[in-house]
């Protein structure tokens, strides 16, 4: 991975974690934008390269805690999965992740492609 890939990701997790710090602290109903430029420290035009949306962002947030889960799957056996391997390997990705995996657990239990307790997206 070169120097700019590298920059892209940082600024994309950047981008990622102001967003989820918003969420969490549920300060406001609706999540922005320029709130999460403000709190990442970018311009909307770096939002914009990285992301079409505040859904978005939070999408990718969901995205990669299903690959991170999938993967995990995958290298303890999938569907012949070796218990003995995955339980302590999902206890070190729980820990983690934890800040994730808990609102994502508690939103797709509920049947929701989107969580009702969280906040709504708003440009």
Known sequence: MGRYDRASTKTELAIQEAYWRIYENGDTATVTVDEICDEAGVHRSTFYHHFKSVEAASDSIKERQMSLLKDLFERTGG?????????????????????????????????????????????
Request: charged share 25%; no cysteine; aromatic share 14%.
């Open 79 to 123: 569907k012949n999965v070796d218990f003995t391997a995955f339980i302590p390997a999902f206890q070190e990705l729980f820990d983690e992740n934890e800040r994730y995996l808990v609102p994502l657990v508690k939103e797709y239990g509920t049947g929701n492609s989107r969580s009702n307790t969280g906040p709504t997206s708003k440009i």
